[in-house]
């Protein structure tokens, strides 16, 4: 059975501006025709083009646009002249052929036109995915040397040496790396917003203590802007790195930022209202850290989120405080449920899993934070309100030390 009876094989056979005298014979060879105004690729079906052009004149008002054809082609026309070849080969053609020739080699060179767009489609696929995993193996090796502070060619070692130990090729390796980035900055950047959305009312609260100084004051202030602006540009990098996934938890993030930022933003700030926004901001970021975490399943990335979570704890136990002192009225429970929810988290995290270098000065640094927040937490009322502020901003700077400790540890980078 020869080729062109073979139909199944065959793909559609676009004609343009419509079909050639040879097209009651294609159709006895097995050809679907289709006529169009102009070459585009369908999308219900692999296709080749055939363009017929009865005399140059035609050719000429064929080949007036710029646009490639989306499709291999196959001319049939006059012999054309040098600039008409240029642009017909410009525009996507893979072949030329006289108008009257057979319509048995005709199908014959439609054939060849099929196999050969076949394999130039495979090369520049092949090209491609060798690209691909280049830029792949280039962005695990800047993420490899921001982390570790490494130069180029100790990064490409790890990349290597880590393939050959876990019998996976290079580009395999470095895709994990990159993805395991991503999926950590996104886990940090989501538990940032549960942060965020505690120390937000904190440092309102602060603002509205009558006992605090101007400059003070003024230093409260510019934290609940710098803290408002971080927020903002979490949501604007999640929603990069998320690519359009967990487009709806995101959503719901954004609606709570805004709630909260209205209440921060009002002439007569009411702290009960900005607390319940912050309690509404929180609770969805909670629920995309969710949504990452079970991304992360396992993986020593997991670990971020209950890291992240520490400093959530430590700036809502500090809110708690200062609205105690502050609000008139205010359920002061939550101060201490804080207390005993803060130790069990932290030593959670303590029993991790976790090792490098750079941890254990940083979880020294997070022990000694605490106590001093614990000390503000213990003082004199009129005292009370500058420690548990100075106490919570120092844990606070600790526990984003382990974060990125964390983060450039090979344990998590490698998973």
Known sequence: MSDTAMAPLLPLLICCPEPPPQAAALRALGWELRTVSELTAPADAAALGLLWCQDCTAMAQLLHGERAFGLPVVVLSPPPRGPERQAVLA??????????????VLGEALLWARDLAAQQQSRELAAQARLDERKWTERAKGLLMQARGIDEAAAFALLRNTAMQTQSKLPE?????????????????????RMLSQRLVKLQALRQWPRLAPPERREAQALLDASAERVAANLARLGE?????????LAAVSFAWAQLDAALASRQPDLARSDRAAQQLLESSEVLVARLSERAGQRPVGLLAQVTRLRLLSQRLAKEGLLAQVLPGHDGSGLVAGLDEFVRAYDEVRAAPLAGPALQPAFAAVDEAWLLLLRGLRVEQGDAVQRMHQGSERLLQALEALIQAL????????G
């Open 91 to 104: 525009r996507g053609a893979v072949q030329w052929l006289p108008t009257d020739v057979d319509a048995g």
């Open 173 to 193: 390796v470095a895709r994990g790396v990159v993805h395991t980035s991503e999926l950590a900055e996104a886990l940090e950047r989501a538990g940032a917003q």
């Open 241 to 249: 790195l998320l690519r359009h996934e967990l487009a709806e938890e």
């Open 407 to 414: 983060q450039g540890s090979l344990q998590l980078i490698l």
